[in-house]
């Protein structure tokens, strides 16, 4: 062997080797992209037929909302999948106002439909569902207590049981509406429009003047009132149903 073709034959052994190697980067350059860009299966979803508690955090008014304006509420209680908790108390849930109708001389049926789109958790991660709002339930009421005037300085109030105590006037009357008697005649009138309309899936809600009805295409539940435009306040409690909708 000359020595022309010992110095030419390293020279060709590295392009080989060289073409090898760049091959290779480019193939596993590919996996990488491939695997990058394929979309991320959920690890968590709601089983159908799972009950939501929840607690709306921002007022909805019939006569302001638009459709399509967000619904934001909290969860009240943690939410199971398989034994396992998916989604804890405090999670945030995300919606969408559906319908919206006040109520007027014209037509005395207002109208609000709400629909849930997803919960989000604390750490940020989506889980999308879809659900039916099954029942309503008025704000907790604010409890106050009475409270008595302190003690002049340097006494006991311990050592002079006798000593009359006054207390600060409490609240008149509760801070949220009382649900209606059916039997007061001021309002049989409205329970009667409401026992009388031509769906035979409309139910009374727990706050007075509400009830819930079918959706116009079936896929859920509105809130109606037939007395008044349709205003759930901030606090108002939720109880959904995940899954396909009742058509």
């Known amino acids: 062997m000359t020595l022309q073709q010992v110095l030419v034959l390293p020279t060709f052994v590295g392009l080989a080797l060289l073409g090898i190697g760049h091959s290779g980067v480019t193939s596993l350059r590919s996996a990488i992209s491939v695997f990058q860009t394929a979309p991320a299966e959920p690890t968590v979803r709601l089983e159908d037929g799972s009950i939501l508690y929840a607690e709306l955090t921002k007022t909805l008014d019939a006569k302001k909302a638009k459709v399509g304006d967000p619904v934001n509420a909290v969860l009240l209680a943690d939410v199971l999948a398989h034994g396992k908790i998916v989604a804890r108390h405090d999670a945030k849930l995300l919606g969408h106002v559906t319908e ?10 207002s109208r609000l439909g709400i629909a849930f789109d997803k919960v989000i958790l604390k750490g940020g991660q989506e889980i999308p569902f879809s659900a039916v709002l099954m029942a309503l339930r008025p704000a907790p009421r604010l409890q106050v207590e009475s409270m008595s005037t302190p003690a002049p300085p340097g006494t006991n109030p311990a050592s002079s049981p006798q000593q009359e105590q ?3 006037p409490m609240p008149k009357g509760p801070s949220v509406p009382q649900p209606a008697s059916s039997r007061d005649p001021a309002n049989r ?20 003047g509400l009830s819930l009805d079918n959706s116009a295409d079936g896929s859920n539940r509105v809130v109606v009132s037939l007395s008044q435009t349709v205003k759930l306040e901030s606090g ?12």
């Open 100 to 109: 919206a109708q006040v109520h007027s001389k014209d037509t005395p049926e």
């Open 236 to 247: 108002v409690r939720l109880e959904l149903k995940t899954g396909a909708a009742k058509q």
């Open 166 to 168: 006054r207390h600060y």
């Open 189 to 208: 009138k409205d329970i009667d429009s409401i026992a009388h309309t031509t769906s035979n899936d409309m139910a009374l809600s727990d706050i007075e």
